[in-house]
């Protein structure tokens, strides 16, 4: 039987407008009268995945936010991964030396920005509710645990930007998290990570857990359970890590598969 479900938001429950699916609140609800546990496994900061939901709606709800190096349980962080403060200058200098690309520096507290163009900070602010513009990224993080750093291509991330960050992988997690965006995390941090900790706190197996997603950095979740779902409109290589595919955000996709699935999610159900 699945007892903990595990859901990436954009490209996966989030539909192309970046809303939640019809229907959402009612399955959350039925999931919690049946103990069957649900985390929201996003690349986003935790204040903006928070904001989606409802107070009753996130007290049931875990947060694997920052593509896992930080899981929160109300507002609460229950697990981070800090980043090695000595090796974030030269890479971020890295990041600042390809055209166009621009650094996100993020804490538990708080995003850190250095660049003002409209059409940048206007797509941060739609991942990170806590954000801070300040000279010097690094000076204004210092108080702060850093956990992930982030590059910004709005060009083409995989093409240009990351080839780039590769060369740092001796040094951190790298990965593709969207088509504008890299992240790079410590060594060992990943989703997978983040759902593996969850599910050894809560006595769940991998046997007993479904994970949705669409990009390669829903990777690490596809190896930690036995139901991998792929929406339609995922990457081709996730696709093929996953062993079911459902229909794209778009199609709600999500909530289709977890009623499908009715007889193995609610035990009460019938097929």
């Given at each position: ?6 859901t ?28 069957i ?21 996130a ?15 109300n507002?609460q ?47 941060v602010?739609?991942?990170y509710?806590?954000l ?11 108080s ?19 080839p ?6 001796d040094r ?12 790079l995390?410590?060594?060992?941090t990943?989703?997978g ?38 929406m339609e ?16 955000n778009?199609?709600n ?17 019938t097929?």
């Amino acid at each position: 039987m699945i007892r903990l479900i595990a859901t990436d938001m954009d490209g996966t429950l989030l539909d192309s407008r970046k809303q939640l699916p019809e229907g959402f609140s009612g399955i959350l609800r039925e999931l919690k009268a049946n103990r069957i546990r649900l985390a929201i496994a996003s690349g986003r900061q935790y204040y903006n995945l928070r904001a989606y939901f409802s107070r009753e709606e996130a007290e049931d709800l875990f947060f694997l936010s920052e593509n896992g190096a930080a899981i929160f349980e109300n507002e609460q962080p229950l697990f981070f991964r800090e980043l090695d403060p000595s090796l974030l200058p030269e890479t971020i200098e890295a990041i600042r030396g390809i055209r166009g690309v621009h650094p996100v520096v993020c804490g538990l507290r708080s995003a850190y920005i250095e660049n003002t163009e409209e059409f940048f900070v206007r797509n941060v602010k739609l991942y990170y509710q806590k954000l801070e513009v300040l000279p010097d990224v690094l000076d204004g993080a210092k108080s702060d645990h850093i956990c992930k750093l982030a590059a910004f291509d709005a060009e083409n991330a995989e093409q240009r930007t990351l080839p780039e960050m590769k060369r740092f992988s001796d040094r951190f997690n790298v990965v593709l998290s969207g088509r504008m965006w890299v992240d790079l995390m410590s060594h060992g941090t990943d989703k997978g990570t983040a759902l593996r900790v969850l599910q050894t706190r809560l006595r769940i197996s991998p046997e007993e857990t479904m994970a949705f997603g669409d990009y390669l950095n829903d990777a690490g979740m596809m190896h930690s359970c036995r139901y991998s779902f792929a929406m339609e409109n995922a990457h081709p290589d996730l696709k093929k890590l996953c062993a079911y595919q459902t229909e794209s955000n778009d199609d709600n996709g999500v909530l289709n598969a977890i009623r499908r699935f009715r007889a193995l999610i609610l035990p009460e159900a019938t097929a």
